[in-house]
Nanobody
Framework: QVHLQESGGGSVQAGGSLRLSCEFS????????VGWLRQRPGKEREFVAV????????FYPDPVEGRFTISRDNANNKIYLQMDRLIPEDTAVYYC??????????????WGPGTQVTVFS
């Protein structure tokens, strides 16, 4: 069974940075695409970064493009989200996510429990 655990959340002043980490266990890490999503207060969950396994291509939505950077460490089964120039609107619970990228794992989708990020002005 896949298990994901985020860490690195906290409170930071606007303009500051945080680095979130996510540890993966329970299956072959390289059989999954990885990403980060967030849920802001009163809003639906939204993706903020995705990195594919096969090509390493990264995708970001406009609100975080140029400020957030996703990376993965395949040797250590970890996913990172570097968040710079944070703004109060980035306040949310952040979740790491993996989605099956090969035939064996197709259709599988797993989430971590989330980590709170609070940006104050």
């Amino acid at each position: 069974q896949v298990h994901l655990q985020e860490s690195g959340g906290g409170s930071v002043q606007a303009g500051g940075s945080l680095r979130l980490s996510c540890e993966f266990s329970g299956d072959t890490f390289t059989d999954y695409n990885v990403g980060w999503l967030r849920q802001r207060p009163g809003k639906e969950r939204e993706f903020v970064a995705v990195i594919t396994q096969t090509t390493g291509t990264k995708f970001y939505p406009d609100p975080v493009e140029g400020r957030f950077t996703i990376s993965r460490d395949n040797a250590n089964n970890k996913i990172y989200l570097q968040m710079d120039r944070l703004i109060p609107e980035d306040t949310a619970v952040y979740y790491c996510n993996v989605e099956g990228s090969v035939r064996r794992t197709q259709g599988r989708n797993y989430w971590g429990p989330g980590t709170q990020v609070t940006v104050f002005s």
